[in-house]
């Protein structure tokens, strides 16, 4: 049984999608231990509220774009894939 050069190509592609995608994961792991910490910040020093949510906020921000990285990468191979090009 032989197998086309594309048909693994598209499938290559795929499985590097769904691992590209689970990027989100730990991502999403993370921002939700960092928010709950943030609130327990916020109710041991109320006064601190302002710098508290300032920080949480820049560090969602910069933890949030390896799951956007992630998205992205996955999109190209699903749908604008330059591999196949290559064949």
Known sequence: MSIDARA???GCSAIGAGIAAC????????????AGKGAEAVGRQPEARG???STLLVGDAVAETSAIYGL???LILLFANPLVGQL
């Open 8 to 10: 693994f190509v598209l």
């Open 23 to 34: 990027a989100g994961l730990g991502t999403g792991i993370g921002q939700g231990f960092a």
């Open 51 to 53: 710098t508290i949510l």
């Open 72 to 74: 992205v990468v996955a």
